[in-house]
């Protein structure tokens, strides 16, 4: 239900928007129970059974599942207990609470953190010298206390003794606090754009559609008994099967679907100059992909797949004219900079999307001297006042860049990278809204390259680096971000006449128990099977290296500003200015923004083939069948992402019980 806007040159009262479906005591304790268990289930899966990448998509495969399975509970309670049968509105509150925590367990969050934390004394050598030159410069409150990594590497104990738990305590606490602020903020944030972004730009948000589809009256009847659901369902049923046999028994045929199957690979066809230019190039055939795709706007589908092909064009044009050439000094070898036009993109998407609610922005400040204006823009609030949400963004940022100062940047880093940073998640989250994402990265050049690149390290001082580098696990893997989680949930609210406050309280809720839950799922995990051993997935042990690495590279090897990266970025915000005018101007521009922003990503190398196939299976209804045909075949293609969720997520479970690799849904 939309609010009514205030009446202003009237003067009367603004209308009031009606309550909403409250939060209920049973959906919030369903909620907050189920967090724990889907962050071990995500840890174990992902780590130990290295099976499917529960949290790390847009839509997340764990809460789908979960998902599923109320709905079949609902069902039979629809059925025989009707009085205990959950609403829609019940399913989303508990939907959204897992959304919104069960990737704070996954990459780029506590699986990036809890290796990085403790890697300082695993890794330390006299070679890299890291507890001379690096431990010195670290607070010791950020770090576990040595004697208790022991067992977080070697495994086979418990994390659950109070000397484990003492030692561990006061990083804990620490992260613990930064993590709820740097959410907090971005809750903010997207109290301020919600109403820009969905009611006056009417946005898509594709990563809703399924949820809402198959909740609708607490079990979608209508939906659970089209055939066309269940054509869509068989596909990666049959597909996902046959290839998760043939991972345990290989001489079980299948049918490849997914890039990393050499059959798939395009690259050896392009292996002369200038067209081994192209880097590589391989074909994906995943349902859910293509089924997301089916929800995007035309023009966004067709840019997603457009521009990944035109980037790697570019790099053809650059082997062409030699600048990839043997010897080629470093500015020229870059050439194109496709990774610094996507940084640059990123950054022009978000300052277009601040543009557009300036005026928001505005009545929010001037509500706060202002009761008439405080009480007009009531009647609009999502959930709490706008102007305590911008008053608490402004605190939450003023916080995060205290953090900063206290362990020991200059007073400047962090101004500049916690702006940098929200303006990368910003454009992350107006990329999910316009364009679904099935899968998602930030640019090439994370914010902290950003910085070396701008002001290069030498103007930083050794504690400055170290201190700043302290922050490097948070922005090197976007694909958990969670302001999207959070703008989704609410919009999932509004189209389900949820009660606004309550959805904000379900959100904190969420982030709190979230971030608590999933320091106890990794610690339990890495306890038992221990983070360095051969039983754990070494790539996520490795990553925490990494920020160590930086570190220590920043002190051995000072850098001033590259010029050239900074004009790859430069160009970067002026194609997105020139793209974003071209649509301004001509109904017919076929290219969107959103597609050149992450043409400079990991996103579309896996995915680019799959979007063109939704894209042109689209394009083809609507042109020859119209909307009716549009929405005639929406639960077909609802069909292809629940079957291959619901598929890859009981193949997951059996790993996780059986204690056995299994076969990867996605993303390979």
């Keep these: 239900m939309n609010p009514a806007a205030p009446n202003d040159s009237s003067g009367k009262a603004p209308i009031r928007r009606a309550a909403g479906a409250p939060l209920t005591l049973r959906a919030l304790l369903i909620g907050i129970m189920l967090i724990p268990l889907m962050c071990l289930w995500v840890e174990y899966t992902e780590i130990v059974a290295q099976g499917t990448d529960l949290a790390a998509m847009s839509l997340i495969i764990a809460v789908v599942f979960a998902l599923f399975c109320l709905l079949l509970l609902n069902f039979a309670l629809k059925r025989y207990l009707p009085r205990l049968a959950f609403s829609q509105a019940e399913l989303m509150y508990i939907y959204i609470m897992q959304t919104c925590s069960i990737g704070i367990s996954g990459i780029g969050m506590m699986q990036f953190l809890s290796t990085f934390i403790g890697d300082i004394y695993h890794y330390a050598t006299p070679e890299n010298q890291w507890k001379i030159k690096l431990l010195p410069l670290v607070k010791p409150w950020l770090l576990p206390e040595r004697s208790v990594t022991k067992g977080f590497f070697d495994g086979n104990t418990t994390f659950w003794t109070a000397k484990n738990i003492a030692g561990w305590m006061a990083p804990i606490i620490t992260w613990s606090m930064f993590i709820c602020v740097l959410l907090g903020v971005m809750v903010c944030l997207n109290v301020l754009i919600r109403h820009r972004w969905a009611e006056e730009e009417r946005l898509s948000f594709p990563i809703t559609q399924l949820p809402l589809e198959i909740s609708k009256g607490g079990w979608s009847g ?139 922005l505005r009545d929010a400040a001037v509500s706060l001297f202002s009761r008439k204006r405080r009480q007009e823009l009531s009647a609009d609030a999502e959930g709490i006042p706008y102007s305590l949400a911008l008053v608490l963004a402004v605190v939450g940022f003023a916080a995060l860049t205290l953090f ?44 902290h390259s950003m910085m070396k690149s701008a002001f290069g390290t030498a103007s930083m001082s050794p504690q400055s680096q170290v201190s700043f580098n302290m922050l490097l696990w948070g922005d090197m893997d976007m694909r958990t971000c969670q302001m999207p989680n959070q703008l989704e949930a609410m919009q999932i609210g509004e189209s389900t006449g949820m009660n606004r406050r309550h959805i904000i309280y379900a959100i904190l809720v969420a982030i709190v128990v979230g971030t608590i839950s999933s320091w106890g799922a990794i610690l339990t995990v890495y306890y038992q099977y221990g983070a360095s051993s051969a039983k754990v997935n070494s790539w996520r042990t490795s990553v925490g290296q990494t920020p160590w690495s930086y570190m220590q590279n920043w002190m051995d090897n000072a850098k001033q500003p590259n010029i050239p990266r900074m004009e790859g970025v430069v160009v970067g915000m002026l194609g997105v200015a020139v793209l974003y005018y071209m649509r301004s101007q001509f109904n017919w521009w076929p290219f969107h923004p959103i597609g050149y922003a992450l043409s400079g990503t990991f996103t579309m190398g896996w995915l680019w083939c799959a979007t063109l196939i939704g894209w042109a299976l689209k394009a083809l209804i609507t042109r020859y069948g119209g909307m009716n045909s549009y929405r005639a075949y929406i639960p077909f293609f609802i069909g292809l992402i629940l079957g291959d969720y619901i598929t890859g997520s009981l193949w997951a479970l059996f790993g996780s019980i059986m204690g056995i690799p299994t076969y990867r849904c996605f993303p390979i």
């Design 404 to 447: 900063g100062w206290a362990i020991g940047m200059a007073w400047w880093i962090p101004v500049i990278y916690f702006i940098l940073y929200y303006f990368y998640v910003i454009t992350f989250t107006r990329m999910r809204a316009e364009a679904g994402l099935p899968w998602g990265f930030g640019p090439d050049m994370n914010v």
């Design 222 to 360: 209508e939906l659970f008994t089209n055939r066309l659901l269940w054509i869509g369902i068989l596909i990666p049923v049959v597909l996902e099967c046959l290839a998760s046999l043939n991972y345990l028994y290989p001489s079980i045929p299948f049918l490849p679907i997914k890039p990393s199957d050499p059959r798939l690979d395009l690259t050896p066809l392009f292996n002369t100059p200038p067209w081994n230019g192209m880097g590589t190039i391989q074909l994906s055939f995943y349902p859910l992909v293509i089924g997301l795709t089916y929800f995007l706007p035309l023009d966004v589908s067709f840019s997603l797949w457009f521009f990944f092909l035109f980037a790697r064009f570019e790099n053809v044009a650059a082997t062409a004219l030699g600048y990839h050439s043997p010897g080629a000094p470093p500015s020229q070898a870059e050439m194109p900079y496709v990774g610094q036009q996507s940084a640059g993109a990123f950054i022009m998407v978000a300052l277009f999307a601040l543009y557009g609610i300036r005026k928001h």
